[in-house]
């Protein structure tokens, strides 16, 4: 009590981790804080706090203080680190729609391409760009099916990757080998976007009708038309072949322009957000 005494305090632990980062707690599936920008800090868990003597309540008017805090340790937590990509651009569909091809037609990007199902198990980003200063990243996930929000498939363990990008481009296989319903596989990707997070389903998603090169001629404009009527689609869409890399660039010139468009919607909103405030200052100061 009188060895004017203080406990020690514990040190901080910084744990570096990739741009990208989101931390969950464990025990209740929290998010924790997702760190998006380099250098970028977030305090987790608060460390132990030294113990304070009677040194430490010295003041003028009691110079022999008889009294002491004890200390206590840190927080304890489990935590579970996940690291999701950040892209601009998502590309999602069915295993074999093309979506490695077309990040490979339109970027240096080099997945593996091979004509079988799920020959991408890994995701891949590719920088489109279109100009000196104007690019965009396109993330590239393995491919969905039916019930993988359930964890058939590949499951949903690469849907995260999703959750930071501004624009989804649906890729679609317009002439399937196996007769399949290019609407039906639309309609199941939706279904399990909506079973994994029903918010995915709100942002912007174009439409990538695929493989024309192996549709005749003169079926290409009908077949496109009909996929598009019969899904009820009004969101832009785009008939390409990521192989001949035919129309693929088009696609990527409309979505700079979106993200040219974004970026000056921003712009304009933030201008308007400091006249407003230059004007409240200014109602103040005259009344």
Not at 22 to 48: F, I, K, N, P
Not at 106 to 119: G, I, K, L, N
Not at 148 to 166: C, D, M, N, W
Not at 253 to 258: D, G, T
Request: proline share 5%; with cysteine; glycine share 10%.
């Amino acid at each position: 009590m009188g060895r004017q005494m203080s406990g020690r305090g514990g040190e901080d632990c910084v744990i570096r981790v990739p741009v990208g980062t989101e931390v969950v707690g464990t025990e209740t599936a929290e998010s924790l804080g997702d760190l998006t920008a380099h250098g970028q800090r977030l305090r987790v868990a608060a460390g132990g706090e030294g113990g304070r003597g009677n040194v430490h309540f010295k003041s003028s008017v009691n110079r022999a203080p008889r009294r002491a805090t004890p200390g206590h340790e840190g927080d304890a937590r489990e935590l579970r680190l996940e690291l999701k990509l950040l892209a601009d651009v998502g590309l999602l569909g069915f295993p074999n729609a093309g979506k490695s091809t077309f990040i490979r037609a339109v970027s240096a990007a080099t997945p593996r391409v091979a004509d079988y199902p799920f020959t991408t198990l890994h995701p891949h980003l590719g920088v489109v760009r279109i100009e000196s200063d104007k690019s965009f990243v396109v993330a590239d996930i393995p491919g969905l099916i039916e019930g993988a929000a359930e964890g058939a498939g590949l499951g949903i363990q690469f849907l995260k990757h999703l959750s930071r990008t501004h624009l989804l481009l649906h890729v679609v296989d317009m002439a399937p080998q196996d007769d399949s319903d290019p609407v039906q596989q639309v309609r199941a990707i939706e279904a399990e976007l909506e079973q994994f997070d029903a918010r995915l389903l709100q942002r912007p998603r174009w439409l990538l009708l695929n493989k024309l090169d192996l549709v005749p001629h003169e079926q290409r404009a009908q077949r496109a038309a009909r996929i598009v009527a019969d899904l009820g689609w009004t969101a832009p869409w785009f008939a390409i072949s990521a192989a001949v890399r035919e129309d693929t660039w088009d696609a990527c010139l409309a979505v700079q322009r979106f993200f040219d468009a974004e970026r000056k919607a921003r712009e304009e909103a933030a201008a308007a957000a400091v006249d407003l405030r230059f004007a409240a200052h200014g109602d103040e100061a005259g009344a």
